[in-house]
């Protein structure tokens, strides 16, 4: 088992909570030993409510151009600027608010608009209306799995369609199993590995893939059969010091094309009581925190540091299920019961800056998607503007499949 000597010295274990605000607590602690230089750290926890953010149902969370920070949840999409702000359906008009409240993904163009995935579909909202894309002629599946940037394309995993690109008013179906498509036909999430400017994608059951560009046309090729040491690893975030982590419930390893695959961590490694790992998030300082459902393991030099416990006594929860860091380097989790944000152990000078998406000042309005074609393009199809938000159906057991495993 790692060694926890640190941990014992380390912020590990927060003493005072002080009431902040409605749906908000401020948790605070220093290190207990005088032996080493104290650390202070603060956690701010959010509970559903009025003011508040209004689910625990974390589904995903980015950064947005101005140092805020948006939440996608199973009831609403709820950003953060030092209060909270949720909206909501719209069903009289989903061309002015959301077309479901249960939001699957979230991500930035190249131009500032904000694109939103859904069991149905997707919205891009330009700053001032939503366009609705619910034609299967453009997305062959209307799950919306992740949304991930690539320059100045979005990528888009649906349900069990393989990827789509959109690209200057173009759509690309890259079909599953198609001559120089993806041998896949459902991802689970994609990181983008900007060091190489290569784009990787873990599935479930049909191993791991690297996805590179030249000259508009996109090659996929595998980099781990599900047969292979690391080919059960099926989701993957990003490393934004270069790289990617790929995990699942047991085990993290790290993955760069210099050195190939360095396992990090494995379920033996935690402590006793630990039964599964729901995610992980590499922070700028080069640390990676592991949510499970026995709190937050901090790995640095290559071991585990710390083992944050921060509600122990609290009666709530050590069940982790999300945990990002956004780009002032507060670590963003989420449990069943809360929401909330960690400071105190990051770098105050990280190594280099989380990657954040800076917009082309005026935002642009979003083009109409004009064209569709899959590897090969074909036909211009029109885009379809949807009529009612309850076209389609929402698959209900895709909920947590990106972030949240059923406790032992």
Not at 100 to 125: C, M, R
Not at 362 to 368: D, F, L, R, S
Request: hydrophobic content about 35%; some cysteine.
């Amino acid at each position: 088992m790692a060694s926890h000597t640190r941990s014992k010295l380390f912020l590990c274990f927060l003493l005072l909570l002080i009431p902040v605000a409605a749906g908000a607590a401020d948790l605070t602690g220093t290190s207990a030993s005088p032996d080493v230089q104290q650390n202070h750290g603060a956690i701010h926890l959010f509970i559903p409510a009025a003011g508040s953010i209004h689910s625990t149902q974390v589904t995903d969370i980015i950064n947005g151009p101005h140092g805020e920070v948006l939440v996608a949840t199973a009831f609403g999409l709820s950003t953060y600027t030092g209060y909270w702000t949720t909206q909501h359906v719209n069903r009289t008009n989903i061309s002015a608010g959301l077309m479901e409240d249960y939001v699957t993904a979230l991500e930035y163009d190249a131009s500032g608009n904000l694109w939103i995935g859904f069991g149905d579909g997707i919205q891009i909202y330009n700053g001032h209306d939503y366009t609705v894309i619910q034609d299967q002629e453009l997305l062959k599946s209307l799950q919306i799995r992740g949304l991930q940037r690539w320059d100045d394309d979005m990528w888009v995993a649906t349900g069990n369609s393989g990827l789509n690109r959109y690209h200057n008013g173009t759509w690309t179906w890259f079909s599953p199993y198609s001559q120089n498509g993806p041998g896949f036909f459902e991802a689970d999430s994609m990181a983008l590995d900007s060091a190489t400017d290569t784009l990787f994608v873990a599935t479930d059951h049909e191993g791991l893939w690297e996805v590179t560009t030249a000259n508009g046309t996109a090659g996929f090729d595998k980099i781990q059969d599900t047969g292979d040491p690391f080919g059960l690893l099926g989701h993957v975030r990003r490393d934004a010091l270069g790289g990617v982590y790929f995990f699942n419930a047991t085990e993290v390893a790290h993955y760069d094309a210099a050195t190939g695959f360095t396992p990090l961590i494995h379920l033996s490694d935690l402590d006793a009581g630990t039964s599964f790992i729901s995610d992980v998030a590499g922070g700028s300082n080069g640390a990676l925190y592991v949510a499970t459902d026995n709190g937050m393991y901090v790995w640095e030099n290559a071991r585990i540091t710390c083992h944050l416990m921060p509600f122990d006594g609290f009666g709530t929860t050590p069940r982790i299920r999300t945990v990002f860091t956004d780009a002032d380097n507060r670590l963003w989790f989420s449990t069943p019961d809360e929401v909330g944000y960690y400071t105190g152990d990051a770098s105050t000078e990280p190594l280099i800056a989380v990657e954040t998406m800076t917009p082309t000042p005026p935002p642009t309005p979003v083009p109409e998607p004009l064209n569709v074609s899959q590897t090969t393009p074909s036909e211009n199809v029109p885009q379809q503007k949807a009529t009612s938000p309850f076209d389609g159906i929402f698959t209900a057991l895709f909920g947590f499949s990106r972030f949240f495993y059923p406790s032992s």
